[in-house]
């Protein structure tokens, strides 16, 4: 498919006549590190299950529980487009193309921050392909930003799981970082993938990993707010309300413990929770109007055992 310039600059923030959220609690308290791992096309109920992903269930019952999250549209690429963009841009295919707007990197970038999107499989850091072995260019919402393509120091910002293992060894990771596992570990599938059954226990074995190196870490083990997000695309049930209702898990080093939350969520929220814990207050698109996650990014005192 040729790539369609999406010239959406002015739409990306909200008419001011749209009200920006406000209940006079609190705001989001900094955070000094936010990973979000992004698995794929699984509903809640599925996935929130100990017989099928005891990893994340086991996660999902000792931290934040976002029980009412919802995604924004099917297929795949509207939702990681919006995580990162704050709108789906028009988006309703999984195709490749090029939306000249703001973004949570371009933001970040601003007010001196890091980022990373960490893939794993991609070919070589910086990657444009479309598809490469297990590689997707649709599960990586950064690439579909020109700002992001056209920077000379992509390369450093779109890498792979390599990198993400020297960088927890390091402690050189970044303020924000998209983790996004391969086709045959995001529960998706690809032809030479395990079957569905397989899918399921395997993401959720990689998750578990995952989250596992992260607390680990020098980074998760100081004084700093640091929080991991697993949250998912969108579900495979298509007649639920935008993209279906998804899992999404908070799991935090001082916050919450054994959080339900059924407050209405998108990917929205969560980018506006992301900006808001890094003091960023110009938000991005539906962000703007968006509730920020404020009871599972709580910070409490408490300390990860």
Not at 23 to 37: E, L, N, Q, T
Not at 41 to 70: D, E, M, Q, R, W
Request: charged share 15%; aromatic share 10%.
């Amino acid at each position: 498919m040729h790539p369609l310039r999406i010239a959406l600059f002015g739409l990306v923030l909200i008419a001011a006549a749209s009200p920006q959220w406000s209940s006079g609690v609190r705001s989001v308290p900094p955070y000094k590190h936010i990973f979000v791992i992004m698995d794929e096309n699984k509903n809640f109920a599925t996935i929130v299950n100990p017989a099928a992903a005891p990893n994340i269930s086991a996660l999902a019952k000792a931290y934040g529980n976002a029980t009412n999250f919802f995604a924004e549209a099917h297929p795949s690429e509207p939702n990681y487009v919006a995580l990162v963009g704050g709108d789906t841009f028009g988006i309703a295919d999984d195709g490749y193309h090029t939306i000249d707007a703001p973004n949570l990197g371009m933001q970040l970038t601003k007010a001196g921050l890091s980022w990373k999107g960490y893939y794993e499989s991609i070919p070589v850091p910086g990657s444009e392909a479309s598809f490469a072995g297990l590689y997707a260019f649709k599960h990586s919402g950064f690439m579909n930003f020109a700002s992001v393509r056209n920077d000379p120091d992509r390369a450093t910002h779109i890498v792979g799981f390599d990198q993400l293992n020297r960088d927890l060894t390091s402690n050189t990771l970044p303020s924000f970082a998209l983790i996004v596992p391969n086709l045959c570990n995001d529960m998706h599938g690809a032809p030479s993938c395990p079957d569905e059954s397989e899918l399921i226990a395997r993401g959720d074995a990689v998750i578990g990993d995952l989250v596992q190196k992260i607390q680990r870490s020098a980074a998760w083990n100081a004084a700093d707010n640091v929080a991991i997000v697993i949250t998912f695309d969108e579900s495979e049930n298509k007649t639920e309300p935008g993209g279906g209702h998804i899992p999404t898990i908070v799991i935090t080093n001082h916050g919450p413990r054994k959080k339900s939350d059924n407050t209405a969520y998108t990917h929205y929220s969560l980018l506006r929770t992301i900006e808001d814990a890094f003091g960023i207050q110009t938000y991005l698109g539906h962000a703007q109007e968006a509730k920020p996650m404020l009871p599972l990014f709580a910070v409490s005192g408490l300390r990860q055992p």
